[in-house]
């Protein structure tokens, strides 16, 4: 689906609620909206014509790559705020509509717009980005293939000898060269006692004999986020270690097992949360079970306890269980998936392969 046919469902959303023009300061949403990347606020009346406001720096790309708006730059020396003010009073807006306004701008704007009603908009922009349209379903599917692919590259490094950031590199290199645009995030190679920390980054530690190795690892294809995570262990498990491991991969297959459309989220994250409790880790299972994926590496839906999200087909999101002991280490094993009326299509691929 192109940028236009998403505003026109914009629109539809806007009217139900009486706005009269929404205010788009979201970079995501801007590029969700108009194919481009570099606006710094866009302007979508009822009536009138779409204004994306660009500074000089992204002006030409502006005018070649975003679609379905009118691209005004922003001069040196000249005031957003002051334009955007500017063309909110021509079209005398009243009901406005906002994704994330910083505190100060809102107040600026509020000073100068002192009739006009400010209605927070961002769950209207979540409610379309957290479905997923079929152009935006085969960009993921490839940053989730570019994501396989370095996990694959993981499996070949992991090693005793080598260190985190020697594996993160490797991990990076590999997907760059096969077409990744970057990473979703930083790429996250906790080993030993490191790997208790959910966010353990990546270091200087080399890898040695008996270490769990979480590798948390997400390509990003023309914007598009992915995340996966495998843990390894070096050499031969201790049986803790196996028990750990053998815990997070049961529950994360029974909570992909049970995710379809028209689920609570939050059934699922309890699903995987009592297996794990029931095996006396429940404590040590420190996050929610899972995320959205998209423009954005963490967005709605979100897979928790306290989730109030229905799940929908077109969702796309990870299901990462986790046991984190400190001073002893933890395993994480996550995959992206997208949801569908009857099931789930894993999107990331790779081995549950744990011993190297
Ligand atoms: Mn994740």
């Known amino acids: 689906m192109n940028p236009e046919n998403r505003v026109k469902k914009l629109l539809g959303l806007m009217e139900s609620k ?4 929404l205010l788009i300061a979201n970079a995501k949403n801007m590029e969700y909206l108009t194919g481009f990347e570099g606006g710094s606020l866009l302007l ?11 500074y000089g720096v992204n002006y030409e790309a502006a005018r070649v790559k975003a679609r379905g708006v009118l691209v005004k730059l922003v001069k040196h020396g000249e005031i957003l705020i002051d334009k955007t003010v500017e063309m909110l009073k021509a079209w005398k807006i009243h009901r406005l509509g906002f994704d994330s306004l910083t505190v100060s701008t809102y107040l600026k704007l509020k000073k100068r717009l002192g009739n006009v009603d400010f209605k927070d908009a961002s769950s209207i922009m979540w409610s379309l980005r957290k479905i997923k349209d079929s152009d ?5 599917k490839k940053a989730a293939e570019l994501t396989s692919l370095g996990m694959q590259k993981a499996l070949e490094m992991v090693e005793a000898g080598i260190s985190e950031r020697e594996v993160a590199a490797e991990i990076e290199y590999a997907m760059r060269k096969k077409g990744s645009d970057g990473v979703s995030f930083d790429t996250i190679v906790s080993s030993g006692p490191n790997s208790a920390y959910p966010h353990g980054g990546c270091g200087d530690r080399v890898l040695r004999e008996g270490d769990f190795v979480v590798v948390d690892v997400g390509a990003k294809y023309r914007s598009y986020c992915s995340d996966m995570t495998r843990t390894f262990i070096i050499g031969k498990p201790s049986p803790k270690q196996l028990k750990i491991y053998e815990t997070v991969r049961k529950a994360q297959r029974l909570a992909a097992e049970n995710v379809r459309a028209g689920v609570e989220a939050r059934e699922i994250d309890h699903i995987a949360r009592d297996f794990i409790s029931r095996a ?9 079970l899972g995320h959205g994926v998209g423009l954005d590496i963490h967005e709605p839906p979100t897979l928790s306890p306290y989730s109030k999200d229905v799940l929908s087909e077109g969702n796309v999101l990870t299901i990462e269980p986790g046991i984190y ?3 002893f280490g933890g395993v994480r094993i996550e995959d992206t998936v997208l949801v569908l009326d ?6 990331t691929d790779a081995p549950y392969i744990y011993q190297v």
């Open 18 to 21: 009486s706005l009269d023009c």
């Open 44 to 54: 979508i009346p009822r009536d009138g014509e779409n204004m994306l406001f660009v």
């Open 136 to 140: 935006e379903i085969s960009l993921m």
């Open 280 to 288: 006396g880790y429940g404590e040590y299972f420190v996050h929610g």
């Open 325 to 327: 002991i400190p001073g």
């Open 342 to 347: 009857s099931g789930v299509e894993k999107l």
